[in-house]
């Protein structure tokens, strides 16, 4: 069977996906993706799929842009049987993918968070003409597929599927925990670093930080913070690992996603903030208050050092939410992500 996903931009945390589904039996798997060029941590050398990089970025005119994304699709639906596209609405390929495949015998799906984060009338036009015209909606969570049947009509919920969004980790449980907090993320706008290390500082924490960002940014945080030990851009899980050990909780001051999978599949307590409909994609909602993790109040940071403290005196709490959050992980790779699709795209 002739597979092909189109992605905005291949990651490193994407890539072990692609692999696992191209190695299917009887599977052919073609990825038509822009290839990262800030994530250093991205190697293609073990890639087992063909990868076409179809280099969208600002620079290209409209007509360009339609032109190749013309050419490309036709090129998609020629040579595939399944095509899995990223549902963002603004790429012209998407509508063209879709277009091409209602009159062929390609089926078409797309993957995506289910659009929780809008509303409106419009909105629900979208998403509900989208659905009458592919063969089904894959979500990234269950809490996606909610808000999802919440905006299209009844009929149209066996259309929408589930796989979990993941990361290809080695799942290792920290057993003796530190006295530090772990931050593993990109330091970027909007991940709440300055909040978690300000929270951190007033309960007398410090905050290990695993991550890769503009260089200033980081500079400044090692000037400012004396509570802050950085680590820099990680990708070997044994390194990321030993830092872990040193660690009782993993935290987000700001708007996560699956840096939370990342705290769970080393058996951390998560600490995020309490409005999923903030944060930067589904991920947080894996995370149950009391039973693998604790919530502050978003941009609280009186709210975020109290549950810290909480947690940093309570060590029955921390292995009750540890075993939670490991056991969390375990529960969303079995099966694991490449099965759920193949499954759902009925290549298995």
């Known amino acids: 069977m002739n597979v092909s996903f189109f992605q905005p931009v291949l990651t490193s945390y994407r890539l072990p996906l692609f692999n696992a589904i191209a190695e299917l039996p009887n599977v052919s798997f073609t990825l038509y993706s822009s290839v990262s060029r800030s994530d250093h941590g991205l190697s293609l050398d073990d890639s087992v799929h063909r990868i ?11 007509r360009r842009l339609n032109i190749a994304c013309l050419k490309m699709s036709l090129k998609a639906v020629r040579e595939s049987d ?49 659905l009458c015209f592919c063969d089904g909606y894959v979500c990234y969570s ?10 299209v009509v009844g009929s149209l919920h066996k259309k929408i599927s589930v796989a979990d969004n993941f990361l290809y980790v080695e799942g290792r449980e920290v057993k003796v ?31 290990r930080v695993i991550g890769g960002g503009d260089e200033i940014f980081i500079k400044k945080l090692i000037q400012t913070y004396e509570n802050l030990v950085y680590y820099g851009a990680i990708f070997d ?5 030993s830092v872990a050990e040193g660690c009782f909780v993993g935290a987000y001051g700001g708007d996560a996603g699956l840096s939370v ?9 998560v600490v995020i903030h309490d409005d999923l409909y903030k944060h930067m994609g589904p991920e947080p909602s894996y995370i149950v208050e009391r039973e693998n993790g604790l919530t502050f109040k978003r941009g609280d940071i009186v709210s975020l050092s109290q549950v810290l403290n909480e947690l940093k005196d309570d060590v ?32 298995s």
């Open 177 to 207: 925990k530190g006295k530090d907090v772990l931050y593993i993320g990109r330091l970027r706008d909007g991940c709440g670093i300055e909040l978690l290390l300000q929270s951190a500082l007033i309960v007398g924490l410090k905050v």
């Open 82 to 130: 399944v095509i899995v596209h990223f549902a963002d609405f603004k790429f012209p390929s998407l509508f063209l993918c879709m277009f091409f495949c209602f009159f062929s015998k390609t089926k078409f799906f797309l993957h995506g968070q289910g659009g929780y984060k809008r509303s409106g009338l419009l909105h629900k036009i979208v998403y509900n003409l989208s």
């Open 52 to 62: 076409f990089n179809w280099n969208i970025d600002k620079d290209n005119n409209m």
């Open 142 to 151: 269950q809490f996606s597929k909610k808000n999802l049947e919440n905006v």
């Open 261 to 269: 999978v990342h705290y769970m599949a080393y058996g951390l307590p």
């Open 237 to 241: 899980e044994s390194e990321q690992f």
């Open 316 to 347: 029955e709490l921390q292995h009750k939410l540890s075993s939670g959050a490991f056991y969390t992980f375990l529960k969303l790779q079995n099966p694991p992500m490449h099965e759920k699709f193949a499954k759902i795209l009925g290549i």
